[in-house]
């Protein structure tokens, strides 16, 4: 099994990796596709391959680092298009543990769009979500690889 995607951060920050909490929600006007840096956004489908829709997101941290790795916190995004804004799927960001049991978030998908010729981050019949986390405080000093996949499941 692999998560269709994977971004890095790292407390504190290096020459190469971005700080965990570094990251914002994008600007209204930054919508998807944009040339902004988009590591922590994932775009899918709202159908598999078989018609099955997507029900949540299942979200892992893998914390390298010395040391026990405290917990993260994680607030995941949607974009609508015609608002052209970013909301929240949740109320308040929820505490993720490191190296500990996948997190899942319920996802908003509206209705199947039929699919056009252009790539998925532009295209009627798509969702995408940013992935914002953050150290609370208790975070510990290291790497946090932090991966999401589209759960078909809604249990």
């Known amino acids: 099994m692999q998560f269709a995607m994977m971004f890095i951060r790292n407390k504190p920050a290096t020459a190469t990796v971005a700080a965990l909490g570094s990251d914002a929600v994008p600007a209204n006007d930054k919508a998807p596709g944009s040339s902004a840096p988009t590591d922590n956004i994932l775009a899918t489908r709202v159908t598999s391959i078989n018609g099955w829709p997507p029900h949540r997101l299942a979200l892992v ?6 040391g026990p790795a405290g917990v993260i916190n994680v607030q995941v995004f949607f974009y609508e298009a015609r608002t052209g804004a970013w909301y929240p799927l949740t109320a308040a960001p929820v505490s993720v543990t490191p190296n500990g049991v996948p997190v899942f978030f319920d996802m908003v998908v509206p209705t199947d769009m039929p699919n056009t010729k252009v790539t998925l981050e532009s295209m009627p019949g798509n969702t995408e979500f940013a992935v914002i986390a953050t150290d609370p405080g208790a975070a510990a000093n290291g790497e946090y690889d ?10």
């Open 146 to 155: 932090i991966a999401v996949a589209v759960d078909l499941t809604t249990a």
């Open 61 to 66: 941290c893998r914390y390298k680092g010395a």
